[in-house]
């Protein structure tokens, strides 16, 4: 008779699926979550459950969203007997966390898919009034440039998007033998906890964008120069902003005062 294993299906590479294996790893990580009975989480790529075991067992209504259409059948008949837990067949890019969950916040948690998760943060973000906070297992590098201080090196778009709206905590790194088939890189598993208020005065999310992305599409230049067909020199002053200043040296909430001077 063939293991359980054996007959679950593999991972896909078109979806960057490396699923965790490590039973020390996956308690940390629960632990780290610290799901509360009124809360309800959703899990981004359940994979093949190994995470989700341990989640159903805190009886914490679940949410699993999954892409890889021969692991959804696998994923519904594993918790048929848990009426607390709903798999969607579902690219996480085309969700609507608010129809998962309308009345409550949710607590999005998962292990990332390496290729899509810089889409994937950003994307969660114009769905932030749906979510109450977040945990995810991430490439190492990615995790660092969320935790990452204007200046650093691997401070970034990524990190000003992000860093406007959540507080980012790396928890603790994950190796490569933690998960099958092992990735090249290391993880990291990172806490994303929402800000009282976004940093900065209130500024529209597809113009704080759309800013950001054109004050890093070269980063090797000055605001001066990369801002030039959007801004003058006195405007990005009167932001409070030194207009030689590289866009890696600037704080997410100096970008929102500039947006301000631009779209006021």
């Known amino acids: ?44 790529g359940p994979g093949q459950g190994a995470l989700t075991d341990r989640l159903v067992e805190t009886g914490t209504t679940l949410h699993l969203v999954e892409i890889d259409r021969d692991l959804v059948p696998v994923l519904r008949q594993r918790y048929a007997q848990h009426p607390q837990v709903t798999v969607h067949e579902r690219d996480v890019l085309s969700v609507n966390l608010g129809e998962l969950s309308s009345d409550q916040p949710l607590v999005m948690v998962g292990n990332l898919p390496y290729n899509i998760s810089s889409v994937l943060l950003i994307h969660l973000l ?72 976004p940093l900065g005065p209130p500024v529209s999310d597809a113009a704080f964008e759309t800013l950001v992305r054109q004050a890093f599409s070269q980063r090797r230049k000055t605001l001066r120069n990369t801002l030039k067909e959007t801004c003058s020199e006195a405007l990005i002053k009167q932001a409070g902003i030194d207009p030689t200043a590289r866009p890696q040296t600037v704080a997410p909430e100096a970008y929102a005062r500039l947006v301000t001077r631009l779209t006021g």
């Open 1 to 44: 008779m063939a293991s359980e294993s054996s007959t679950l299906p593999r991972p896909r590479k078109r979806f960057g699926q490396h699923f965790l294996h490590d039973a020390a790893m996956i308690r940390r990580i629960v632990e780290a979550i610290d799901a509360q009975m009124d809360e309800v989480l959703c899990e981004i």
């Open 126 to 197: 114009a769905q932030r009034d749906h979510i109450s906070r977040m945990l995810f297992m991430l490439q190492k590098e990615v995790a660092q440039r969320l935790v990452a201080s204007p200046g650093a090196s691997q401070y970034g778009r990524l990190s000003v998007m992000v860093g406007r709206v959540y507080h980012s905590r790396l928890l603790f790194d994950v190796g490569p033998g933690a998960f099958t088939p092992p990735p090249k890189v290391q993880s990291s598993v990172v806490a994303l906890q929402p800000h009282p208020e």
